[in-house]
DNA sequence: TAGCTGATTGACT
DNA sequence: GTCAATCAGCTAA
């Protein structure tokens, strides 16, 4: 069974830690991919000036509206990027999702990506984490808790330190330590 | 309509 | 360390 929508419905922060160790998975037709949340980083509201919900207008209504939906968009004109909408309805929040441990469909996603199915950077980075998995911006507002594209708790109890620090690869509000990820796990990205 | 920006990646020096 | 690829949605006019 997926999370249920009120696991998203609190603070982005706190939704960004509990993610991980948690199993996306994505649903292509015959084709089933899944991989371990390993890393994540947590987006607040307005106040946030780094955060979608601050400056792309376009979404509004999908970050002010209730959690548990995926928000994927398209960056660098290349690569798609995506997001678990998180907080109550008018409380805009997300959680960007960077770097999945492959657990399932692992040919797949080797095909998809162009890399050996063994490489540690088979979903290790946004960009790559999307295209292994066959996510595109068809699946932007794509229900979380049920359908193609889904979130499952993780199957055995927690056994991995949580690490935060600052976020990366962004341009403003560099300082907030919103970044978490999985202490020593070999798939976290750069 | 034209011009700009960006939560990236991979290839190259 | 640098740099190009490439596009949705904004801004200015």
Known sequence: MPLPRRFYARPARAVARDLLGCVLVSRRGRTLAAGRIVET????????????????????????????VAYVYLNYGM????????????????????????????????????????????????????RALGITLRDNRADLTAGRLTIEPPDAPRDFRIAAGPRVGITRARTLRLRFWIAGNPHVSR
């Open 41 to 68: 980083e947590a987006y607040l509201g307005p106040e946030d000036r780094a955060s979608h919900a601050a400056f792309r207008p376009g979404s509004r209504d999908l970050f002010y509206g209730a959690g548990g």
């Open 79 to 130: 690569h798609c990027c995506l997001n678990a909408i998180a907080g109550r309805r008018g409380r805009p929040g997300c959680v960007l999702i960077r770097a999945l441990e492959p657990v399932l469909g692992l040919r797949a996603m080797a095909r998809r990506r162009g890399v050996a199915s063994d490489s540690p950077r088979l979903a290790s980075g946004p960009g790559n984490l999307t």
